[in-house]
Nanobody
Framework: QVQLVESGGGLVQPGGSLSLSCAAS????????MGWYRQAPGKQRDLVATITSGGSTNYADSVEGRFTVSRANAKNMVYLQMNSLKPEDAAVYYCNARRVVLGTEQHYWGQGTQVTVSS
């Protein structure tokens, strides 16, 4: 059974920092690209950052330079360090695991963790 469990969300003031973690189980973690997505109320779920199995990263323009995604394959963990948070960063943040097998894309999602940015 595949499980992705996010943690680390909470309330932070604008300009503050938060660190999110995602613990994966039930998958060969090192074979998957991992990502963070977010969804604000009434909006679609958007990409925040991804990291490949080899460690290459990609960021949404809105978070480039403020957020850092990393992974620890030995621990089956992926992280998102969020600095200089803005009110518009507030959303539910979801962890995602993705790989392509024989042309078929496999996606797994966590349940999400709430990030609130407010003074």
């Amino acid at each position: 059974q595949v499980q992705l469990v996010e943690s680390g969300g909470g309330l932070v003031q604008p300009g503050g920092s938060l660190s999110l973690s995602c613990a994966a189980s039930g998958i060969i973690f090192s074979a998957y690209a991992m990502g963070w997505y977010r969804q604000a109320p009434g909006k679609q779920r958007d990409l925040v950052a991804t990291i490949t199995s080899g460690g290459s990263t990609n960021y949404a323009d809105s978070v480039e330079g403020r957020f850092t995604v990393s992974r620890a394959n030995a621990k089956n963990m992926v992280y998102l360090q969020m600095n200089s948070l803005k009110p518009e960063d507030a959303a539910v943040y979801y962890c995602n695991a993705r790989r392509v097998v024989l042309g078929t894309e496999q996606h797994y999602w966590g349940q999400g963790t709430q990030v609130t940015v407010s003074s």
